[in-house]
């Protein structure tokens, strides 16, 4: 049968329905074939949208489907009972281990007795959820930006319009305005629950800390066993059904719920609404760590509870998106003690697997935004593409802790020669060794890849830091890998984060905002002179006279950065000093000499 013909029986089938009100009974002789098929030789994209194929999935996959509810929604009876018994499995029972999962509009019509007429009306139950509701919107927020047009801003109206659930993994949450939104909606009946990483430490002197006060305010605390490092969230998601991911609304990204994410970091968070696959993955992310977590044990009011179980296979695939954990890196164990935990796989590296076939199959470019590069499976991917290719546009842009001068890049590899040495043929100490700590920048400047630093101050110091704290890779200017992952073994082996890869080809905007922002940092403060403006300042101070040892925001290559420090430490040569070095929060400035 051609498409158009297709279309035409389609058509013929809707005006069909469309003459029965929803309380009419269902027209038995609408039914389908044995073997008759709704696509034939085509696929379900020649007659349906994305939309429509995404929410029939949801509901067929859903464990609350049955063939009473197909059959109330208008699904002839012969299909929905195969629908319902393909589902079941052998046991006949949903929500059993062997359930089966539809993953194609194709697998769904080669079931017995669903056709063109099945297919119509399962399009037609879900019609309301592709009618008139966003569906796949995503923009990103960058920081630094104004505290009010900032990611921050964004999260606070999310959690203002929260109707029912609320569930956040994040690292840290000290945004009061975040914490009275989160308390707001607490006292409006949404159910929050929140994977805070502070809980861990808080839990051993709870009063007055951070995550009591949260559980004051209504909202669930959790910890779990190693570091949490996501920044995800999900508003209003699947708690009770699949189709509740559908209105759903995600954030993901780098930014923490800070002041400092928002006004002071380079950060990117990036919001989604109506993408049901995004946010079933992240639902079904944190109930994994929700389910292995710990009590913080403060509100004995706020009960414990889990939701809908999210089998990998019920989320629809999706193309032009792919979301990686490091969670898959671990091991769930169980202390008689302290309950449930997490416990590192040796050797598995899954997000960084990842990250170095993207770099391997890059054509044209390479752009890096990161806080550190301690990778060591990403960092020499890195440099392995650029010596098979010296021509590809590789840049990489790291905050300023990441620089080390030659002579310490040195040391590193003395030590690790030792310690490779004492490891001998111990697989797991030589694996130790290789990956534990290694700052890779100068092995990227040594090579000749353009490298620049973020640099703002003389000595680093979390009080007063400018981080360049975004994580994200772009290649070709077609795919960005963003998430709140640092390029470290540490990220892999400790801690949990994400990372979403998104393709161009069906994100076209969210890729495009990433490319601008990147090629705007990597030029941070140099139009403005602002480096030669600092040279001439230190140079032309006269004796006695104090200089800033904290700067304006500048992208420096690796030389410029030496350059700097070393013309430092020749006119204020206190700046190296014992009281220095203790205590970089006090001294702010140095005395020229």
Request: with cysteine; hydrophobic share 35%.
């Amino acid at each position: 049968m051609s498409t158009k013909s297709r279309w035409l029986v389609l058509l013929s089938l809707a005006l069909s329905l469309t003459a029965c009100g929803p309380d009419d009974p269902i027209d038995e002789g609408l039914v389908d074939g044995e073997q008759e098929s709704a696509f034939g030789s085509g696929k379900a994209d020649d007659l349906m949208s994305f939309c429509e194929q995404e929410h029939v999935l949801l509901l067929l996959n859903d464990r609350s489907t049955d063939s009473d509810r197909l059959f109330d929604a208008g699904v002839h009876r012969r299909a929905a009972n195969n629908l319902a018994e393909f589902r079941a499995g052998d046991d006949e029972r949903l929500g059993t281990d062997d359930d089966r999962y539809f993953r194609s509009l194709e697998e769904v019509d080669a079931v017995f007795f669903v056709g063109p007429a099945a297919i119509q009306q399962l399009t037609a139950a879900i019609a309301d959820f592709c009618r008139d509701q966003p569906f796949r919107q995503a923009h990103t927020i960058f920081s630094p930006n104004d505290y009010y047009s900032s990611h921050i801003d964004e999260v606070v109206r999310l959690f203002d319009e929260a109707e029912r659930s609320i569930d956040i993994a994040m690292y840290s949450m000290s945004d009061n305005r975040a914490v009275t939104a989160l308390g707001d909606a607490a006292a409006r009946g949404v159910r929050i629950r929140l994977l805070l990483d502070g809980a861990n430490g808080d839990h051993l002197n709870p009063q007055g800390s951070r995550s009591a006060r949260l559980e004051d305010l209504g909202v669930d605390v959790r910890y779990i066993n190693r570091i949490m490092h996501h920044k995800f969230a999900i508003i209003d998601g699947a708690q009770t059904e699949l189709l509740e991911a559908s209105t759903a609304r995600v954030f993901s990204g780098s930014g923490n719920l800070s002041f400092g994410a928002a006004v002071r970091y380079d950060e990117n968070t990036t919001f989604h609404e109506g993408f049901a696959p995004l946010a079933l993955t992240l639902q079904r992310e944190f109930n994994h760590l929700w389910e292995n977590s710990r009590d913080f044990q403060w509100n004995e009011d706020l009960e414990y509870f889990e939701t809908l179980p999210i089998p990998e296979e019920a989320i629809p695939p999706t193309e032009g998106l792919e979301v990686l954990f490091t969670s898959e890196n671990f091991e769930t164990t169980y202390h008689s003690t302290w309950g449930p935990g997490f416990r590192p796989l040796v050797f598995s590296q899954v997000v960084a697997d990842s990250l170095v076939e993207l770099i391997e199959g890059a054509r044209s470019s390479i752009f890096m935004a990161a806080s550190f590069l301690r990778s060591r499976p990403v960092s020499e991917a890195l440099l392995r593409r650029w010596s098979e290719d010296p021509d590809l546009d590789v840049r990489i842009y790291l905050d300023q802790s990441e620089y080390i001068s030659q002579w310490f890049h040195g040391s590193q590899l003395s030590d690790l020669a030792s310690c490779l040495e004492d490891a001998g043929d111990d697989d797991r100490a030589t694996f130790d060794c290789e990956q534990r700590g290694f700052i890779f920048s100068y092995s990227l400047v040594d090579a000749g890849i353009p490298v620049r630093f973020k640099n703002y101050s003389y000595r680093w110091h979390f009080s007063y830091a400018l981080q360049m704290h975004h994580k994200y890779i772009v290649i070709d200017g077609h795919t960005v890998a963003t998430g709140s992952y640092n390029y470290s073994n540490n990220a892999e082996q400790n801690t949990m984060e994400n990372v979403v890869i998104y393709r161009g080809s069906h994100h076209p905007d969210l890729v495009a905002g990433f490319v601008e922002n990147f090629e705007t940092i990597w030029e941070t403060g140099r139009s403005e002179g602002l480096y030669e403006e600092l040279l001439d300042t230190i140079e032309s101070a006269p004796a006695g006279a104090e200089v800033d040892i904290l700067f304006e925001p500048t992208a420096l290559t690796w030389q410029e950065v030496t350059t700097l420090r070393q013309f430092l430490r020749q006119r204020c040569p206190e700046i190296d000093s014992e009281e220095y070095r203790r205590y970089p929060q006090d001294n702010r400035t140095c005395v020229v000499q």
